[in-house]
């Protein structure tokens, strides 16, 4: 299989349409060849999935002898003026043009399609009647930022916090002191979703789940519970997804998570 057939496999699930204006998903970096002329055609030997794309990542890929890397946060988000080593951004793409490594990232395109982040976010807390918190305005309907949904019953919010840091493993889970003593219908969305807890209130939410929130906001959300599990840990699911789709799609591909944790926090508890 090649750069093109993977992309096509990528993009059939989380089209590059469904992005929001600000991102940059999509190919960052392509696959050359002795001419120096980009390349879709070469083939690819094997995928190294991340987070984020960081020096140790584009080690971990030549190491496992990868030639693509897919992430979900661009590497590229704004645009780069130079290419002297001066930013990680920098000596990342260095590093990985000098070893032929196509670097490709996933991002608002794979929060927004149906079974991406937040979906996953809800597979793993075992929800149920799931549907979009921010449904897009063009079709599927299924599509948008953010999912709702239910627990199978009520459960004490203490119990359900203590569900969140079994499943994600926050380094630290901060939630509200006041709010429903319990919980059933629950919002969600990976990353920096603290901007969307006036739609959860509306999709009428006992408890709201995302990665950031602003110490400010905890005080808007009535008796509604928001949770905040931290950004890595609230999208690192994103790779689980990702695996799921290359490997059901080219079961002869070898295709590894990466084992660097590129969380650039730290809890003083896991000092």
Request: net charge negative; charged share 20%; hydrophobic share 45%.
């Amino acid at each position: 299989m090649n750069l093109s057939q993977i992309r096509e496999v990528l993009e059939s699930f989380a089209p590059l349409s469904w992005q929001e204006s600000y991102d940059n998903s999509g190919l960052q970096l392509g696959l050359f060849n002795n001419d120096g002329q980009a390349d879709s055609s070469t083939p690819v030997r094997g995928v190294l999935l991340c987070l984020d794309i960081t020096e140790a990542v584009v080690e971990d890929a030549i190491e496992k002898g990868c030639n693509l890397i897919v992430a979900h946060h661009p590497l590229i988000f704004t645009p780069l003026k130079r290419l002297a080593g001066a930013s990680y951004q920098e000596r990342c793409l260095v590093k990985a043009l000098q070893h032929g490594i196509a670097l490709y990232a996933a991002h608002t395109n794979l929060d927004n399609a149906p079974g991406g982040v937040s979906w996953e976010m809800a597979r793993l807390l075992g929800l149920q009647n799931l549907r979009p918190l921010l449904p897009l305005e063009a079709p599927p309907a299924a599509a948008g930022c953010g999912v709702v949904g239910e627990l199978p019953e009520a459960v004490p919010t203490q119990d359900f916090m203590l569900r969140l840091k079994d499943v994600f493993q926050p380094e630290a889970l901060h939630y509200s002191a006041t709010g429903k003593s319990q919980v059933k219908r629950i919002a969600l969305c990976g990353g920096s979703g603290g901007s969307f807890i006036a739609e959860a209130l509306a999709a009428g939410a006992d408890c709201y789940v995302t990665g950031e929130i602003r110490y400010h906001d905890f005080f808007e959300a009535g008796d509604c519970v928001l949770a905040a599990l931290g950004h890595y840990e609230s999208e690192i699911c994103a790779l689980d997804v990702l695996h799921r789709l290359l490997v059901e799609k080219f079961p002869a591909l070898p295709v590894f998570k990466t084992a660097v944790n590129t969380n650039p926090l730290k809890g003083l508890a896991s000092l």
